[in-house]
């Protein structure tokens, strides 16, 4: 049997962009991606603590120390500038890897989106 588990977690980072009008995903300074073993083009869902949202798009690679965290394209309108959004990415392994399976989990600081 197969389940999905979470395999990473970037815990409340800052909304410092969003853009309409890029063709989608969400833009993640490649440092927290680095620390929260997150990769380029790997499906997130971002949940929104200030509205409630919750969505799946995928990720680009944004600039290292930047501590951007941009949602483009129609993601943009489920957020706003200086919401707090949870970024978690999930895997499927068997059942029994999973028992032994450890998460990334990171908590940056939300005012610079840097690693504490």
Known sequence: MYI???KSKIHKVRVTEANLQYVGSIT???DLMVASNIIEHEKVQVVNINNGERFETYVIKGASGSG??????PAARKVAVDDIVII???ATMDFE???HFKPSFIF???KTNSIV
């Open 4 to 6: 999905e588990v979470v």
């Open 97 to 99: 890897e999973a028992k």
């Open 28 to 30: 993640i300074d490649e």
């Open 68 to 73: 951007v965290i941009c949602l483009n394209g």
């Open 88 to 90: 978690i990415s999930y």
């Open 108 to 110: 940056p600081d939300t």
